[in-house]
């Protein structure tokens, strides 16, 4: 996965470097600004086991930024924003593990450097008895809940350091 550039995001932008959870890191440059999800609009995607995007829908592709010729084959952490904490994720890998259906809020890094929040349900695909891939339904969030787990998460994001 190749670092953001300057090409994608205009300044003013902050320059962070993430590792991710299977060795890979990467540079992103954000830009202090939302866009807001548009009502009416679920994005879909799914994953393989592993995380890597097999398909998206168009409203994925409208929020993201990215085409989906650059999405498919990714891992879906390249909308991973670093004010993240990894244990959300940790959580959530490890809940659809199960076999159980996670739910929760996402900052998601678009490919201009600008987010958008979501609420996102993530459900185990099980074919013949045999888990396939991974699909995620994201709406829009609660304003009053986005507010609150900007307070968590800067603290969960205190505790990694």
């Known amino acids: 996965m190749e670092d953001m550039t300057n090409k994608d995001v205009r300044e003013p932008y902050t320059e962070h470097r993430l590792c991710y959870y299977d060795g890979n890191s990467r540079c992103v ?74 739910h929760g809020y996402v900052k998601n890094l678009c490919k201009d450097g600008r987010y958008y929040w979501v609420y996102a349900t993530i459900i185990l695909n099980v074919r013949a008895g045999n888990a396939v891939s991974c699909t995620s339904v994201r709406r829009k969030p609660s304003r009053t809940q986005v507010d609150a787990c900007i307070a968590y998460y800067a603290q969960l994001k205190q505790a990694e350091v």
Not at 62 to 79: F, V
């Open 29 to 102: 440059l954000v830009k202090d600004e939302e866009t807001p999800f548009p009502e009416g609009k679920l994005i879909v995607s799914r994953t393989d086991l592993r995380g890597i995007i097999t398909h998206c829908n168009q409203a994925f592709v409208e929020m993201s930024g990215y085409t989906e010729a650059e999405l498919i084959g990714q891992p879906h952490y390249i909308l991973r924003h670093p004010d993240m904490p990894k244990a959300i994720f940790k959580d959530a890998w490890e809940t659809v593990a199960r076999g159980e259906k996670w």
